[in-house]
């Protein structure tokens, strides 16, 4: 028996299966397309903006818990010597003092100024002498009761951009003993540009191109601030570090 001839309907979509899709089909794909990549790019913005606000919430938060602590106990966290200046001091961002990953069993007070710094250790019962180490700041916070006791140092110091924050004294004259050219510092690592002029806004009030004014300035070396926010050749998701003047500000 000879097979029955295709009717002239399944020849023609076949035909049409044959050339592809029309002009209008393929218009409706490119839409869809342009729509989705758009939706997915929105997404992205909204994710970044809201790691940013996240990001201006913390560093403000722990400001704010430094104010606290220092209310209460008549000095700041880490200022074992009690000399208004915490006892970290920066150098450059290569030497910040690593802050640590594990959580001690207690907080509990160096034996004396010239111990050396163990896991937990907060500034020593009676000292005249700085105790400087990074995680000591962070200790003595969590012992008043201002961060979590389950929670690293580690944890408590990241900012949520890919980098930490440090307490410590940042000296804006290298050399000199001078406590006037010595200023608490929160100093923070790894800090898109774009983020750090919008922790700029939220402290200092206002924005430009100038990093060297305000609360909140941009650093290099840690001994002087870096005049503009964005350098020249420099895009504003470069990563950078910041320096927040939550006590005295240098001239």
């Known amino acids: 028996m000879l097979p029955r001839p295709l009717s002239i309907r399944t020849r023609s979509v076949g035909a049409r299966a044959q050339r592809g899709l029309s002009i209008l089909e393929l218009a409706i794909g490119l839409a869809i397309v342009g729509v989705l990549a758009a939706m997915a790019l929105k997404s992205q913005e909204l994710v970044e903006n809201y790691r940013q606000a996240q990001f201006v919430t913390k560093v403000q938060t722990l400001v704010s818990q430094l104010g606290s602590y220092r209310r209460t106990w008549g000095r700041w966290p880490g200022d074992c010597n009690r000399d208004g200046l915490i006892d970290p001091s920066f150098n450059t961002v290569a030497l910040l003092e690593p802050l640590e990953y594990a959580v001690p069993t207690s907080l509990t007070p160096a034996a004396s ?61 290298s050399g000199t003993s001078y406590l006037e050219d010595k200023f608490n510092a929160l100093v923070l690592t790894d800090v898109p540009i774009v983020a750090a002029r919008r922790l700029a806004v939220a402290i200092n009030g206002q924005d430009g191109s100038a990093g060297d004014t305000g609360r909140v300035r941009r650093s290099t070396t840690l001994g002087t601030f870096d005049a503009l926010w964005t350098a020249s050749g420099e895009t504003e998701l470069k990563r950078i570090t910041v320096v927040v003047l939550f006590d005295r500000v240098p001239p």
């Open 113 to 173: 100024s010239s111990a050396t710094y163990a896991l937990g250790n907060t500034c020593p019962s009676s000292t005249l002498t700085p105790f400087a180490n990074g995680n000591v700041p962070y200790n003595e916070l969590r012992l008043a009761g201002l961060l979590p006791m389950g929670e690293t140092n580690r944890k408590s110091a990241d900012h949520g951009l890919g980098g930490e924050m440090h307490l410590g004294t940042l000296d804006v004259n």
